[in-house]
């Protein structure tokens, strides 16, 4: 019951038909991007997800992680899966070929990475966190630093860790405490920090830890941060390692889910501070740490879809299998696959992880682009896009993979809440994404005040405009395609009406942002994620009309659109009405009467 | 950070102006149940709960109950907890005198089930399903069978189960296969029961297991099931216990949460066959049974009221007490109650958890009504409501409960993710209340086919017609209250539309009914939570009014209401969509191709 076979057609219909696999691949450097080495890719991948992390799954969240004589041991089967990994190249899927990369495009690893988390959550976050560290050394180290560790990083044979948090400053950065002294050409490193993941492990001979601190003549708050190169073992100058650095894992915390993850309180310089290596510019260390992020951001919207796709698969399963009562025009006792509620509850969860893969595979995509397009108009296009849509990957992703997760349990009955069906896990590890990396409310209010008030609108704007396009187009693409038309042009015009309010709101109302941030995160979610669905029927209409490939696969693209559109669109009206709402009934109860 | 206060004032408010305390208590039998006598007990009650059950709380998930040589062992402090919850007289509040019950309405237990199930809901199951078994007791046994086994009962000194599903029959029963066989003045029973709560335990002398089964001669399906009464230790005539009878737990199941409560795996008659009593006639088994769950469900109803309101006091102490960033037009950085989204955050979880207790203490009162009310016509009309409303309470309580729990985590971020925390355990534990006595879906199918086709939708007329009614009183109860009138009319407007669809449309589609089932039950549930919060503000601006009592209480229902007019009500446009949308995009997948 808790196996995982990676939904490549569909991936492939995603990449090819809506994320525009073939405009990326003509992007300099990317030429050998073609579907078929992408399907070969995939195919690949499918297989160490499926037959290699996927099985790791349950033992992991059985075993879990432990901290013992103060290193950590990973479950049984992590270590050579992970060098499975490392050897099949996966580390570096869209790295610079310079360090050691594959080169290929950021969508094809988001695919990728997709595969990675749905099969095994826990495991996935250690490359995820690696990931964020080589994006912060590639944009902001000097040559040294970038020679000593990228290669390492990219090919995964060591990994990275991302320590910002402590204990009393949690999403708020102004208040880091842990200090950097200079001592010659490095620094030491003192301070306790908390949530730190994979903190420890022995997969890699090293772990190079990313450390959020300040220098003596800092000045306070966000503005007085430096981001640090700490490795747990020093590294030589010939490239071979040297003592153990002053830095250890202290304790683990014990957690709702993602167990294999060891979730690390680790403590710097407890004997002469740890060495570390300034990492871009001194107080500079936010905007080094908002690199990794956004890049992370994405990284954990991708674990929405991905958690969303694994429960799917189970509840499918479980409900073809499932004998139980009997269904309106069928004889005897039947599968409950065939009751309606419970097919309501699999088209729920279908539909949206298929409109959620759409949004988040097409941001990869603008983020190829927004890197490599050669024009620097197009370049800041896409950025503008990536930039507006980030937020939404992240937070509305992660809160529809709770909805999945809980409807995944549901669909089991009684044998969901039992931890042994496996259902369960999916719930408890998905818990974590909308509140690691920034929780939705976060993602929130980056939205609604760097993305939408900030430009005025105007990247929302043009944003609606290519919503409005796809609506045109549907009216002469079949019955099934203009059956859905109406649902997305009234959400199109909620999304549209809640960001006049916002724009005109706020300027009068310090609480109105804030208070209409999540529900116009999750309408502007909502529309998007129909905005690609109806893409998704106009091209399954034109695939048809050719008669073009599996016919029954696109039929089944259509008959998804159109639940989406009758089931889930609608809810925008109710995100609109919230955020109508303002912020009087929010901000009116007193403190102490709550 | 997990204390319990029993919210006393508010439960007070509703028992006295939403539930008709006033009324119920000039029915016959209930003349003692004055407001100062309720008053107290509800006193007492909250001290035992706070004091002596929530502390049990995480100590029971921690340790969880244990199977060990065959006896299911009881986290530490359970046993004494249980004793005291038995002397004061807890166990038998609602239940008949002459059966040493102390006779108070079921309206009061109702609010003291709160308390039990929001302190600790793995020990409150116990007492729940005690119950079950003394109402299948008083509805159908014979004589004999009461004096023997309910005045142990009623008092708690001994405990009931419900012996229903066996591994191939989860929710439908028509193919249970357990055996009863005429053996002299007994039967004896031979099958596997799983998922039984509580099923057995040292807390009390014996236990009392209530079995579906079928006679030799039994006719197929549900019209073949017969009750059962089987205790574990067989009671001699002078009511002394001899010897144990052929009924064992066999295993425990690991589960996401309730881990103090045992879910056992029954086994009756691995030797002989278990001696057991006939309870009501032979083939009748599944309407007794139906006097135990319908008590259940309500009684599970108020597990969503309870955990919801503990996950409320927990996240708004951690949100009063947890400093984090800056807030508009603060100084400094402030405690995270004063950003505006953890307070939607907070406003949803607590005027939802208010509107499911009205609703749920409401259905209480006119269950008391139903039973007590002398005249036989006004007996039946509050059948009718409580008919009406019982999956309603059931089924949406539960679901909204899920929304607060998780909620519940969010506002804690990473820290709620950390089991130390607490906030993870109301979510765990709640997860199963949407499931057991009857699913969700079990739940909505229940109301749309007995409860609203059945009567061609008379009795969800008269509902809507009070509803009606005090969209009419709010017009003339100043602005706050004329300020929800407006959501309240278009939610019920939407209540009439789908449930005017439904009648409409089932004759016609067989799967319409289904396929619309839980989003009308959501949209009821919504409805008449907000026709709830309306009598709440229209009470509280009386209040106000008179210059009566606590004005900031007064004020804060205002507030509470006008946030759920404004966040919660509008949900019902989406839920009527998704009624209207019909069962086409549900039902028209292959089931080849989920």
Known sequence: MTTYIAPTLEMQFVLNELAGLDTVNTLPGFEEATPDLVDAVLEEAARLASEVLAPLNKIGDIEGSKLIDGNVVVPQGFADAYRAFVEGGWAGLSRNPEFDGQGLPGLVSTAVDEMWNAANLSFSLCPLLTSGAVEALEAHADEALKRIYLPKLVTGEWTGTMNLTEPQAGSDLSTVRTKAVPDGD????????????????????????????????????????????????????????????????????????????????????????????????????????????????????????????????????????RVQGSAPGKDGRVTIIHHPDVRRMLMLMRSQTEAMRA???????????????????????????????????????????QEVTTLGVQVHGGMGYIEETGAAQFFRDGRIITIYEGTTGIQANDLVGRKIVRDGGQAMRDLLTDIETVESALDGAGEACAGIKGALSEGRAALARATDWLLETHPNDVHAAGSAAVNLLMLMGT??????????ALAAHAKLESNEGDAKFYQSKLITARFYAEHVLPRSGSYLAAVLAGSESIMALDDEYF
Chains 1, 2 share one sequence.
């Not at 020093?234 to 304790?251: F, Q």
């Not at 908002?290 to 991708?302: E, K, P, Q, S």
């Not at 620097?376 to 507006?388: H, K, M, S």
């Not at 529309?527 to 998704?536: D, H, L």
């Open 527 to 536: 529309v998007v994620g129909g905005w690609q669905m109806a893409r998704a």
């Open 359 to 401: 949004v988040a595979y097409l941001t990869a995509a603008a983020l190829d682009q927004s890197h490599s397009a050669p024009d620097a108009a197009e370049r800041a296009r896409f950025q503008t896009r990536v930039d507006l849509l980030t937020p939404v990957v992240k937070a509305w992703s992660t809160e529809v993979a």
């Open 186 to 321: 490095h620094y030491r490193i003192t301070g306790q920090k908390i949530y730190i993941t994979w903190g420890d492990h022995e997969l890699t001979e090293n772990i190079v830890h990313l450390v959020l601190a300040r220098l003596p003549d800092a000045p306070d708050g966000v503005k007085g941060i430096s981001l640090f190169v700490v490795p747990k073992f020093l590294v030589n100058e010939d490239g071979t390692l040297g003592e153990h650095n002053d830095v250890h894992a202290v304790s683990l915390e014990h957690k709702l889910g993602v167990n294999a993850s060891p979730t690390c309180v680790m403590s710097f310089g407890d004997e002469d501070g740890a060495v570390g290596y300034l990492l871009g510019e001194p107080n500079k260390g936010l905007a080094c740490m908002f690199t990794m992020m956004n890049h992370a951001r994405l990284g954990v919207g991708i674990q929405g879809v991905a958690i969303a796709e694994r429960a799917l698969q189970q509840a499918v399963e479980y409900a073809r299998d």
